[in-house]
């Protein structure tokens, strides 16, 4: 029995995703281009220097294929750690309703990543 797959609250799987991303509020400040961690279908980790409130509404700007156009979706922020010997925050955000298309290629990324593990995986296994 696979015991951290048993435990994980996660809906969706994660894939580590190192692009820049733009939060802005939903009131209008642009809060800074910032490096997300990873991501899912669900949401994006990502570390910011500002510290942003559970609950506070976002509109994340992220570009998931390489070359291809900027998807924005909705957002609130679920959870915030602050990240020990330094001035940053490490946040979750999770994406709103909607934004179905963005989303699915979101999925794609991580399934593509996903598979590319495995495919990883078999060959490093000894013979």
Do not use: C
């Not at 946040?91 to 495919?119: N, T, W």
């Amino acid at each position: 029995m696979d015991l951290k797959r048993s435990t994980d609250k996660r809906r969706f799987h994660r894939a580590p995703f190192k692009r820049p991303i733009k939060l802005n509020m939903v009131r209008g400040d642009m809060l800074a281009i910032h490096v997300a961690q990873d991501i899912s279908q669900g949401g994006i980790r990502v570390n910011v220097r500002q510290f942003l409130p559970l609950g506070t509404h976002v509109d994340v700007q992220v570009q998931i294929e390489d070359m291809g156009r900027m998807s924005e979706l909705e957002a609130r922020v679920v959870w915030v750690k602050e990240l020990p010997y330094s001035e940053m925050y490490q946040v979750g955000i999770e994406f709103m309703e909607g934004a179905v298309f963005h989303k699915l290629k979101i999925a794609q990324y991580v399934a593509e990543f996903e598979a590319k593990s495995s495919v990883n995986k078999i060959k490093e296994e000894p013979v």
